[in-house]
């Protein structure tokens, strides 16, 4: 069994949890958190993901690892835009934090405030982060916006594949 932060993974019988919630992942999702949680606050190159999880030496793009990655932190509640479980290091790969950075909601204490929910008109999503979404298009049912003093600028953010 691998916990770390309050995921855990149980490679016996291939199954996960996030808090006391069992969590629904793919053969290869979990062989990617599987890669990642059993090495806890080790960068693992994608190289090595790429050996380890599809089993193959080469590839023509790293796009398989980011769109793993993104159905992974869904599941896992890990936000991109502020990841506290997996996060990128830029040119040297992924890396599973073993507990979340100072001030991030996740890590508690003080100054720490958990994000409240905004709920979104499907029809026309304007309170996003990115701008607002095509009038019927995937637009969200439900987006988060941090406090004003836990936004950041784009060069303050860590960079996330």
Same mark, same amino acid.
Do not use: G, N
């Given at each position: 069994m691998h916990s770390v932060q309050d995921v855990s993974l +149980? !490679?016996?019988? @291939? @199954?996960a949890w996030k808090g006391g919630d069992e969590i629904t992942f793919s053969r290869k999702e979990f062989d990617l958190v599987l890669a990642l949680i059993s090495r806890p606050g080790e960068i693992v190159t994608r190289e090595q993901l790429m050996r380890e999880v599809w089993h193959t030496s080469f590839w023509t793009s790293s796009k398989t690892i980011d769109v793993h990655l993104g159905w992974v932190r869904?599941?896992?509640g890990d936000n991109p835009r502020r990841p506290h479980l997996i996060t990128t290091i830029r040119g040297k790969g992924l890396r599973f934090e073993p507990q979340p950075p100072p001030g991030h909601p996740a890590a508690g204490g003080e100054g720490a405030q958990p994000v409240a929910p905004i709920v979104i008109d499907a029809d026309v999503a304007t309170d996003c982060a990115d701008g607002p979404a095509a009038p019927g298009v995937g637009a969200p049912e439900m987006a988060y @916006?941090? !406090?004003?003093? +836990?936004?950041?600028?784009a060069a303050e953010r860590p960079v996330v594949a």
């Open positions: +149980d !490679p016996e019988t @291939r @199954r869904r599941k896992i @916006r941090a !406090p004003e003093a +836990d936004r950041v600028s």
